[in-house]
Nanobody, 115 residues
Framework: QVQLVESGGGLVQPGGSLRLSCAAS????????MDWYRQSPGKQRELVAS???????NYPEAVKGRFISSRDNAKNTVSLQMNSLKPADTAVYYC?????????WGQGTQVTVSS
């Protein structure tokens, strides 16, 4: 079993920045990919960042150039630096890890972008 603990959400003004972190613990053998998703009320959960074990990243157009994902393989952590935040970025953000034993999700952390 793998546990994920997210932190770093909160309230920020438009144009501001936040950094989310996610730490994985438990029976971890191999983490192939670490993702960040978000979900706002009435919308489907969407992928906002993905990073492989080799550090290759992928972002959708909505956040490309503003969000940066990084990971520490030794510590089994992944971070999401979010810059130039917009009200449309308001959502619950979830960490997801793809491992050799399955996929695991964090509990989510609220990000609210508002003046």
């Amino acid at each position: 079993q793998v546990q994920l603990v997210e932190s770093g959400g909160g309230l920020v003004q438009p144009g501001g920045s936040l950094r989310l972190s996610c730490a994985a613990s438990g029976s971890i053998f191999s983490i192939y990919r670490m993702d960040w998703y978000r979900q706002s009320p009435g919308k489907q959960r969407e992928l906002v960042a993905s990073i492989t074990s080799r550090g290759h990243t992928n972002y959708p157009e909505a956040v490309k150039g503003r969000f940066i994902s990084s990971r520490d393989n030794a510590k089994n952590t992944v971070s999401l630096q979010m810059n130039s935040l917009k009200p449309a970025d308001t959502a619950v953000y979830y960490c997801r890890v793809v491992t050799s034993t399955g996929d695991y999700w964090g509990q989510g952390t609220q990000v609210t972008v508002s003046s």
